[in-house]
């Protein structure tokens, strides 16, 4: 996502220095040899300057006026060293890594994460913010029209990062409920494994007698994760216009659509555990869905327990929990 | 769906009178023979006891308790006409029929078009409360789960109407906000042409070089799908809780995966205007959302002329009017 984003940074005039990890040498390689993202199957704009992980500093010039990060979740903590060992003084960061992550038994926003990680390492008060919504890393290398919320808590800030991507295809809508876009972005690939979940079952009890499927659970599964995610978000301070707009409705409807974490849920239908579905199919593939189970549920359970969250409200919740972080078989809760 | 209507009735204990209208003769006759539903597929409760239309009197029996209507909605008038000879006193009905009727330049939702109509027969206050909510008729007469919102002005009516249809597979839900209920239960069919549209638009222009397709926008455009139903059911007075529940979003959802509206906005997707595609494609079928489109279109069109409505909040329902009632091809609007 984060050489997808170069597009509309490139159409819109800026010039990008592309910098891999340690772990994308090859594809950083292959992109100065041909010029084409291997995995995005496109040639980047030819503004955009691939650098390796060790040239992080070279990258960093003068006058780089945004860093816009895209690693992994679990890839955080790594980008946060590197740039807190190189950062001479705030650059403003514009986040696409999804996830959230828990520290003493609260949920945390990434941007957060990197705000007060950057300030350890004496960088104080670096604005950071993210950008959420239905966008396909492929079709936006593609240059087809992609819907996105970017999220700022300063609006200056955030008018200014609107005006470096402006671009036909890219739709972006700006917000400064930067919590409701972030838990959104993190929770539509958790929820997704639920509501694809009867797709699946529907595949494993077979058609009915009559050819009846199981659309209309499918869809209540839906409703039912938009209105927990509505109640998280809520919880957590962020606002139900985050919920409704791109970054939730539209994000969650567009995950469901197609995706590895819709893959996960439609598996679950077939009966197996979590563990045993990962193993005998996806063994190899990165389920963002369940590893945001697996780092938020015992917090989630535990914030439930203690009656800060009221687990009557999150039932939908407490069922991908108990299927992913206790690996029991998912079923369709009381709703 | 009057028929599947019948299985949670019957599975909760009441005793059904299946009533066809005239359009429904052969399906009755099959339905005595056989007790088998036709287009269902499935076979009928023992306890539902069908009827031909001029048997309507018949089947109104002295406890007749509550009246289920699931005509068609251009059979609307004709069932009122039908009820308005026959009625002796006020029996509460429930709506399964979805729509929306155009009266002086307003739109009504057709549980009032009944209660009105039934007045001037000279039936007065006679309670309707309406369906909403995924519930596909083959899933439900298959009593595999559903998802309702059960709507009615009057609180104790609304549980009584409730405790009716008590079954395992039926997830019903109670709602005093019937405008709500009814609004987004007639516009999802409005909207999933739309939301459908970039499905098919995507197979006219085919992947692109890197293989993408265009779910980013079809995402996209269901929340912008939802923020227009939101804003017409509020200014029919209607409530959001409703657009977010099972009636909005849930029905919504489920009408984007499965049926002829879908099909039809997918279709539209291949780049013929609609009289084109139903001539070509859809003959024979009834396609729900352009029917309404048809229907309120002109009001639609009207209420923003003249500023009743703020067209600039409505780019997606302009788009459709333009394309179901204006015959033009249809494209994605900006946003």
Redesign the interface.
């Known amino acids: 996502m984060g050489s997808a984003f170069s597009f509309p940074l490139s159409d819109a005039g800026q010039d990008v220095n592309l910098v891999g990890t340690h772990l994308d040498r090859d594809w950083i390689e292959e992109i100065r040899a041909s010029g084409v993202h291997p995995k995005?199957?496109?040639k980047l704009p030819n503004k955009v300057v691939p650098f390796t992980h060790d040239q992080l500093d070279e990258a960093l010039s003068n006058d780089t006026n945004l860093i816009v990060l895209g690693v992994s979740s679990p890839g955080v903590d790594w980008a946060v060293q590197q740039l807190g060992r190189l950062l001479k003084k705030p650059i403003p960061i514009l986040m696409l890594t999804k996830g959230l992550m828990t520290h003493e038994n609260t949920l945390h926003i990434l941007p957060d994460i990197v705000h007060d990680g950057l300030a350890s390492h004496g960088i104080k008060d670096v604005p950071v913010g993210a950008v959420g919504?239905?966008?396909?890393a492929?079709?936006?290398?593609?240059r087809?029209?992609?819907?996105v919320v970017i999220a700022c808590r300063d609006h200056k800030l955030l008018d200014w990062m609107l005006s470096l991507v402006t671009a036909p295809y890219y739709?972006a809508r700006p917000s400064a409920d930067i919590i409701g876009v972030e838990v959104c972005a993190a929770l539509k690939n958790f929820y997704a494994l639920a509501v694809a979940y009867?797709r699946g079952l529907a595949k494993k009890q077979g058609k009915?007698?009559?050819?009846?499927?199981?659309?209309?659970?499918?869809?209540?599964l839906?409703?039912q994760a938009?209105?927990e995610m509505?109640y998280l978000v809520n919880v957590m301070g962020g606002t139900t216009a985050s919920v409704?707009?791109?970054a939730?409705?539209?994000?969650l409807?567009?995950t469901?659509?197609?995706g590895r974490n819709g893959q996960m849920g439609r598996l679950l239908g077939l009966g197996l555990t979590y563990q045993e579905t990962k193993a005998k199919y996806m063994a190899d593939d990165t389920i963002e869905g369940a590893d945001l189970a697996l780092t938020i549920g015992p917090t989630i359970e535990y914030l439930i327990e203690q009656q800060h969250l009221d687990g009557s409200l999150l039932p939908l919740t407490s069922t991908i929990i108990r299927t992913i972080c206790h690996d029991q078989p998912m079923s369709?809760p009381t709703?």
Chains 1, 2 share one sequence.
């Open positions: 995005l199957k496109s919504g239905p966008c396909l492929r079709e936006l290398a593609a087809r029209d992609c819907c739709h009867p009915a007698s009559n050819g009846a499927l199981l659309y209309s659970i499918e869809a209540g839906f409703t938009m209105t509505r409704d707009g791109w939730g409705s539209g994000d409807y567009g469901c659509q197609i369709i709703l």
